[in-house]
């Protein structure tokens, strides 16, 4: 074969390689979002490694350090940054739907997905004609499959503007726009009025805050007397020993690349919820047997966080992605491992459920 026609041939099989390997290896949980259009949410090419060295030096401190040196206030504004920094890969390697559910033998990921957020629907008996908050909604894939199995309106409020640009296009592009909602804002200071809601369920983001109280209380003023919220909560299980350094470097892990503020305890949950006024009507940890293991879907992904790991490096190496785009994604393999160690060992559960409800005749919660 002439040299011309070999480096032809090579060509050619090359562009057929980096296709299948960009769009249909690297090709999203849920389509919608591939490797080649992963922006980092709303801030632009040139900031996204300042961002998430800014991100880095505020997460990796212990919660002590972030209380100490009064940082608390400034927790929402670096989440912000998280979710700038994640989001599409979240979407691009997980889907739509930002938590964990306990795996279902013999159903696939995305149906143990919707079965965990209908729980959460069924649990508050959202049902059509209610108006129901989604507290810390990401891209709404739970407020559509709630929406879609309850007929209730939901409301979602995230603090992240790039993740209510995407949860609205999705809301249209599914045909449910007319019931599911998104606002940009704080979730401790939310821009509803009093009593303005029949129910309220919040699944793995309230995590984020600083302290539990304030995003409870929110929720309790919002929501109309009588009406339920429930809960998916991140914490600590009574198996975490602050003695063990295995314990201790698995959950700091977890809290530094998940942006959270100190992962609470177990028994916290409910103290918290009575304090700011609810009544507690069921806790219970969703992980627990017969659950099947939450954390199998993120030990299976070892081969393709090495195939994403390559694609991140070879599209920022071509700059068709932005610098910092590696350093985020070795950021979330790392805590992917801490997660499935604090799930495997039983010391941390990512779906401790508690269902509240705020009590018809409301006595002033105690400050
Ligand atoms: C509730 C929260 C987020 C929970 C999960 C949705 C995410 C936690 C860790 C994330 C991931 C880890 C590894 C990534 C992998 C390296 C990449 O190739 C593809 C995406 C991941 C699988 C990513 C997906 C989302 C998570 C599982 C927190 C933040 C409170
Ligand atoms: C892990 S995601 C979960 C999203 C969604 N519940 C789901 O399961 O797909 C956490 C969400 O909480 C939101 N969040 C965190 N802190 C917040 C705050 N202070 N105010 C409003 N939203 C917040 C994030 O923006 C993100 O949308």
Known sequence: MEVSAAMWTAAIVGAVVVYWFVWVMGAAEVKGKRAVNLKMGS??????????????SFFRRPKEDIAAADDDDNVPAFVDTFYNLVTDIYEWGWGQSFHFSP??????HRDATRLHEERAA?????????????????VGGPMRAIAAHSGAHVVGIT??????????THNRKAGLDDRCEVICGNFLEMPFADASFDGAYSIEATCHAPRLEDVYREVFRVLKPGALYVSYEWVTTALYRADDPAHVQTIRGIEAGDALP?????????????????????ERDLALPPAGPWWTRLKMGR???WRNHLLVSALTALRVAPKGVVEVHEMLYETARHLSDGGESGIFTPMHMILCRKPLAAPPPSS
């Not at 801030?43 to 991100?55: E, F, H, P, S």
């Not at 795996?103 to 696939?108: F, L, W, Y």
Request: a positive charge; glycine letters at 8%.
């Open 103 to 108: 795996s279902i033998p013999g159903r696939s």
């Open 43 to 56: 801030i632009t090419r040139d900031k996204v490694q300042d961002n998430y060295k800014q991100y880095w």
């Open 262 to 282: 100190g992962l609470r305890a177990q028994h916290e949950i409910s103290e918290v919820a009575r304090q700011v006024g609810f009544e507690v009507a069921e």
């Open 303 to 305: 081969i393709s966080y």
């Open 159 to 168: 603090i992240n503007e790039y993740q209510v640009a995407r949860a609205r």
């Open 122 to 138: 069924d649990l508050i008996a959202a049902r059509p004609g209610l108006r129901v908050l989604d507290v810390g909604c990401g």
